[in-house]
């Protein structure tokens, strides 16, 4: 198994619907997780840290589920520039803190 | 403004031929590191830093060298690049590994024939 895992997709959402994605990670000792947004052929950007709690910016929620061992990103009244590959990443327990990183999901949002 | 610049953004070159891609940040980050993108591979880690002078080996570094002896710099050497080393290569750095989310270079798409 790996220890970060997400679902490639391509999801194809049309414009406004929600849309949510998990990414399940392995190592229950993990202790920061982010999901970052990467277009085409560019660098990744952060989009959000992930809190215990669940946070929000904007059309964004971002949850972690500890006992299941899964973060999740929902994108709410999807927008064409929401169009982007979404990677996860989470650091391992080791000393070292490495980050895991899931190899993306694929969101298409369709006029 | 606050960036990490990766030179050159294209390069493409012959096998054997030493290459150097450059990587520096403005940021005072203690953490920096260097990744390879592959299809279906995602991201890679190649080398890493947690500070001046020291570096360590992340999952893919044959073949691969890298130097810290500036905070702000962190170049990726290939002393002979074969053409499995044709990637999409980005440096990051953070102001710590693991907690602080990372700040990556706008990528070096490297072509090795």
């Known amino acids: 198994r790996k220890e970060v895992e997400q679902d490639p997709g391509p999801f194809n959402v049309p414009e406004g619907a929600t849309v949510a994605f998990n990414c399940t990670y392995s190592?229950?000792?993990?202790?920061?997780f982010f999901w970052y947004r990467q277009d085409c052929r560019k660098e990744p950007k952060l989009l959000m840290s992930v809190y215990s709690s669940g946070n929000e910016d904007g059309r964004f929620t971002a949850q972690l589920n500890r006992a299941s061992q899964y973060i999740s990103l929902l994108i709410r009244d999807s927008k064409l520039s929401d169009s982007a590959t979404y990677l996860c990443a989470v650091t391992n327990a080791g000393n070292n803190r490495k980050l895991i990183w899931g190899l993306g999901t694929s969101l298409a949002v369709n006029p | 403004e606050a960036q990490v610049t990766q030179n050159p953004r294209y390069l493409i070159t012959v096998t054997g031929k030493k290459l150097t891609v450059t990587c520096s940040q403005n940021m005072n980050h203690e953490y920096m590191s260097w990744y390879r993108q592959d299809p279906g591979l995602g991201l890679r880690q190649i080398y890493y830093?947690?500070?001046?002078?020291?570096?360590d080996k992340g999952d893919v570094p044959e073949g691969y060298k890298v130097s810290r002896k500036e905070k702000r710099n962190f170049p990726l050497i290939l002393e002979s690049p074969s053409p499995n080393q044709t990637s999409l290569y980005f440096c990051a750095s953070s102001p710590l590994q693991g907690s602080s989310p990372l700040h990556f270079g706008n990528g070096t798409r490297l072509t090795v024939t």
């Open positions: 830093s947690m500070n001046v002078e020291v570096t």
């Open positions: 190592n229950s000792a993990s202790q920061s």
